[in-house]
C-alpha cells in the first residue's frame, strides 16, 4: 500500500501543479496559491503525507483546492465540499479504503464549514450542503426547491 500511497501521491502533484511546502504530522491541511507580477502562479499546500486512508483523504482535499480552482464557487462552504468530493472520487478512481473515520471527518468538516457560515451571516443554504446542516439548525430553517432559506 505504501507504494500506491506514494504513486497517487507523485501523480496528483504532477498533475495539478502543486507543490508541498510541508508534510504535517497532523490531520489537517491547508491549499493555497500565490499570483507573481509577471503572471505565474505557485500552488501550494501543506498535508499529512499519504500513509493511509485518513492522511490520503486529506491530502487529495487540499489538491482538489487547486484542481476546482480557487474562487471558482462564491460561498466558502461549497468550495469546501467540492474539495471533499474531488477527494472522495479521486479515492474511487485509484481503488483506496475508504473508512467510515474518513466518512466521519468529511462530514463533520462540512458541517463545521455550513456553521461557520451561518455564523457569518449566510442566509441560503445550497441543496448541496443540506446533509451537512445541524440537525439543530433545521427547525428554523424554511425549504424552497434549491435552498434553505433563513
Known amino acids: 500500500m505504501a507504494d500506491r500511497y506514494q504513486s497517487i501521491t507523485k501523480h496528483m502533484l504532477q498533475t495539478y501543479g502543486v507543490r508541498v511546502r510541508k508534510w504535517r504530522s497532523s490531520m489537517s491541511g491547508v491549499a493555497w496559491q500565490v499570483m507573481y507580477k509577471d503572471g505565474s502562479i505557485s500552488r501550494l499546500i501543506e498535508a499529512p503525507k499519504p500513509k493511509g486512508p485518513m492522511s490520503c483523504a486529506i491530502f487529495l482535499h487540499e489538491i482538489g483546492h487547486h484542481a476546482i480552482g480557487f474562487n471558482t464557487y462564491s460561498i466558502r462552504c461549497v468550495e469546501e465540499y467540492h474539495a471533499w468530493r474531488f477527494s472522495m472520487e479521486m479515492m474511487e478512481k485509484h481503488d483506496l479504503n475508504i473508512t467510515d473515520r474518513v466518512r466521519l471527518r468529511m462530514r463533520d468538516s462540512l458541517r463545521y464549514a ?35 432559506t433563513l
Request: proline content about 9%; cysteine-free; glycine content about 2%.
Open 114 to 148: 455550513v456553521d461557520k457560515a451561518l455564523r457569518r451571516g449566510l442566509r441560503e443554504i445550497p441543496a448541496v450542503l443540506l446533509p451537512y446542516l445541524d440537525p439543530k439548525d433545521r427547525r428554523i430553517l424554511t425549504q424552497s426547491a434549491f435552498a434553505l
